[in-house]
């Protein structure tokens, strides 16, 4: 009898054991699991690139290490998944797949200074983690993409030195976070949303080298307590500069030159 309870027992620890580990597996089995996801995204962007000039991933993005030591990546400690993904200035030709819309933890994205081209993925306005975000100096075409607007945490938003086409999408006026935005040097037309004004974190906006047209609103600088920098030069701007430049407080530089502005310029640049 002693000898059967002692069984019993023995078996019922032992069961609890197994149920009490069984969290702690499955929580690593989905770590892991969802690791391989991002590594298995970052080797499809391996795949598409047709230049690597100095074999950086060719030798770093291999099956044969961790995705969090591969030249450019970042994982977070927390949750052991890619944070943060730097390419830039490594000279990379090709273009970016939408399985980047798989990096659901990535908060800084930047492959500024290639040679990318092509259009930007729909798939990576599933990034609401984003908080970075610069592809500045590639061949990227096509037009800024409305969904860029549900990133609603980016800080830092660069696409300038691309050529992009269309109109600035209204709906950037979501990223009510949102510090730098530079579109400049592309060849963007249409007029300038007013609603862009109205994110009161901006404190750069470079517009400038695109083919923009119509006025500046007269409010312009009442809702940009924040603006330090405001560069429009080479576009087809046209109207009053606004008065309301002297509400912009913390403004340090401006550039308005070669558009059909007419009028007088405001003293209140000349205070600044």
Not at 94 to 102: K, M, S
Request: glycine share 6%; with cysteine; net charge positive.
């Amino acid at each position: 009898m002693e000898k059967t309870c002692y069984c019993t027992l023995a078996a019922y620890t032992f069961l609890l054991m197994i149920i009490c580990q069984m969290p702690c597996l499955a929580l690593t089995s989905t770590n892991s699991l969802s690791l391989f996801t991002d590594q298995s995204a970052l080797l499809v962007l391996k795949s598409r690139i047709t230049l690597d000039p100095e074999n950086i991933l060719a030798q770093s993005w291999t099956n044969s290490s961790s995705v969090c030591s591969w030249i450019g990546v970042t994982c977070g400690l927390r949750h052991n998944r890619v944070t943060a993904l730097d390419i830039s200035d490594m000279g990379l030709s090709g273009t970016i797949p939408p399985q980047l819309g798989n990096l659901s933890f990535l908060v800084s994205l930047d492959f500024s200074f290639n040679l990318f081209g092509g259009v930007l993925p729909q798939q990576l306005s599933f990034l609401h983690r984003l908080k970075f975000i610069s592809f500045g100096a590639n061949t990227l075409s096509g037009e800024i993409p409305q969904w860029l607007g549900l990133l609603t945490k980016l800080e830092y938003l660069s696409l300038r030195n691309n050529s992009f086409t269309g109109s600035i999408p209204s709906s950037l006026s979501n990223l009510t976070n949102l510090r730098v935005l530079s579109f400049a040097y592309n060849r963007l037309s249409g007029q300038i949303p007013t609603a862009i004004f109205n994110i009161s974190t901006l404190e750069g906006i470079s517009f400038k080298g695109n083919e923009l047209s119509g006025s500046l609103p007269s409010d312009f600088c009442s809702k940009l307590p924040l603006v330090q920098g405001i560069y429009l030069s080479r576009n087809k701007l046209s109207g009053e500069i606004p008065s309301s430049l002297s509400e912009c407080s913390q403004l340090r530089y401006i550039s308005l030159s070669y558009n059909s502005f007419s009028g007088q310029i405001p003293k209140a640049i000349g205070r600044k």
